[in-house]
C-alpha cells in the first residue's frame, strides 16, 4: 500500500509502497478514503515538537482519517467490515496518509450515510480542539462573548459554529476573503486585522479563543473581562500577563479522545455545522497539500483523498 513517510525531522516528505500494518486484538483495520492535513503536521515535520512528540522515522504522517473498516481484532465489538468510519490516531503513532491505517477501536466514531469522507476526515482535530477549548475548559455559556481569532482556519471555523449552536455571541478575527468566509459561519462581529485593532474596538469579553500566539496573545489579555478566561492554542500564555489582568488563562493540548469526538460528530448533525474545506489532493500529490498546510494560508481544512 501506499503512504507518506518522514524520514528525519525537516526531511522531505516521500510517498512509498509499504507493507500492510498488522492489528492487534483491541485495533480496526481501515481503508482510508480521505485525510486531514493539520498545522501539527508541520511542526512534527520540522521537530519542533520533539520533546513533546518523538517520532520514530520512517514514520507515517497523519492523524486525522474516514473510511471503512477492513478488518477488526479479536476482542473488538460493535464494529464490522464496511462500517463507515471517522477516527483520530495518536499523533506520535501516526499513520493517516496511507491507503489502509491500523486505528484503536476506541478511537473510531460512526459517519453518517450523508456525510462525504472528505467532510468527515476534516473533523477530528480541528473540531475537537475547538469543543475541548470551549466547552470543557473554558464552560462557555448562552449569552456570553468570545473571540475566536483566525476565524476562517480549521479551529476557528468550526469554533464559530459551536458557539454560535449554544447561543453565544461570537466575535472573530480574519482577513481577505476569511471575512465573508467568518460571517457565513455565523460570527456576529469580524474585524479584519489588517486594518483594524481589535484591542482597541473589543472590551468585557468573556472568553478568547487565540491560535495565532505573539502579540495577538498579549493584546487579547487586554479586551477581557474581570475573570474571564484566554485559552491558547499555540503556547502557554503569560502567566503574569494574566494575573496582572485578573483574568484565568490556558493552554490547550489536545488528545485524541473518542468520547469527545462522538460528542463532537452529533453536534455536526444535529445543528448541521459545515467543515470548511480549502482544497482536497490527491495523495500522489502529498507535496502540494503540505506546502499550502506549511504557508499558513489555508482557509479551513486541506484534504487528502486515497482512492
Sequence with gaps: MKAVKLDGYNE???????AIPDIGPD???????AAALNPLDVKLHSGVLQDYFPLEF????GSDLAGTIEAVGAHVTGWSKGDKVVGRLDPVSGGAFSELACVPATQLV????SMSFEVGAGIPTAAGTAW???FEIGDLQVGQTVLIHAGAGGVGSFAIQLARAVGARVIATASGDGIDIARTLGADQVIDYRNDDFAEALSDVDLVLDTIGGETQQKSFGVLRRDGRLLSLVAPPDEALASAHHVTASFVFHMSDGA???SVMSSIATNGLKTLIDQTVPLDEFATAFARQASGRARGKIILTMV
Excluded: E, K, N
Design 260 to 262: 469527545r469526538l462522538r
Design 12 to 18: 522531505a516528505p516521500v510517498i512509498r509502497d509499504i
Design 27 to 33: 485495533d480496526v483495520l481501515v481503508r482510508v478514503h
Design 132 to 134: 475541548q477549548a470551549l
Design 110 to 113: 460512526t459517519m453518517p450515510d
Design 58 to 61: 520512517g514514520y507515517t504522517l
